[in-house]
């Protein structure tokens, strides 16, 4: 199958006379002689592109426009199932009253099966409850956001929730994440309480939790 040919014309045959090879050739001849040129072209293909991409929002992982979001709740940690499961139905009652919510999923002990790419289940918990929020319109998420995030600081502060959208991309833990590894335990939850209790300083922080 690869054996030599044995055809004198192919063996003498120049293998870079074909087009594309010579096409090539001439291309870096002219471009040695207006070197010069060729670099300012360059320079300026260079410049208009980091110009074009100054109206590009800078977002990694956009947020998905499904029209969804998602409530995380995570409960003290010595909080039952039964426990997550009353809290589930009292808040679900207040978020379907809402104007504009469809339909309301509970998820409780753990989050759901992977059903679109931008869901990432959470691991199984018994303090954890989810919400998965359908609305009739997009453009209404952000202000649901507001009135469920608020709604729980006031009436479920121990609850410790986030309402947040689906991102395209990884959506597992928060935007913002500290990880520490080692073998004493009680070294990790020290390190752990100082990491939450100084990222709850910041007032903007919301559901600050550790696993």
């Known amino acids: 199958m690869f054996s030599p040919s044995t055809d004198p014309a192919c063996r003498d ?7 594309p090879p010579q096409f090539y050739k001439k291309a870096l ?3 040695f002689r207006l070197r010069q040129g060729v ?6 293909l260079f410049v208009a592109v980091v110009y074009g991409f100054g109206p ?6 956009p947020p998905a426009t499904r029209p969804q979001f998602l409530v995380d709740a995570f409960l ?9 499961e ?3 139905a009292k808040v679900g009652v207040f978020i379907k009253t809402q104007p504009g919510v469809k339909d309301i999923s509970s998820l409780i002990g753990g989050g759901g099966f992977s059903f679109v790419l931008v869901y990432s289940p959470d691991k199984p918990n018994p303090a954890f409850v989810q919400f998965l929020v359908g609305v009739d319109d997009s453009e209404k998420i952000c202000g649901l956001m507001s009135t469920i995030q608020t709604y729980l600081d006031d009436k479920h502060p121990s609850g410790n929730a ?6 395209l991309g990884p ?32 007032t903007d922080a919301v559901c600050v939790h550790d696993d």
């Open 13 to 19: 045959r120049d293998p870079y006379a074909a087009l």
């Open 29 to 31: 001849i002219i471009s």
């Open 39 to 44: 670099m300012l072209m360059i320079l300026g």
């Open 56 to 61: 590009v929002r800078q977002k990694f992982f």
């Open 76 to 84: 003290p940690v010595r909080a039952d199932i039964k426990a997550s």
């Open 86 to 88: 009353r809290f589930a």
């Open 162 to 167: 986030i309402a947040k959208k689906s991102l």
């Open 171 to 202: 959506g597992v833990g928060g935007r913002v994440q500290t990880r520490f590894s080692g073998r004493d335990p009680e070294v990790l939850r020290r390190l752990s309480a100082e990491a939450r209790e100084m990222i709850t300083r910041d």
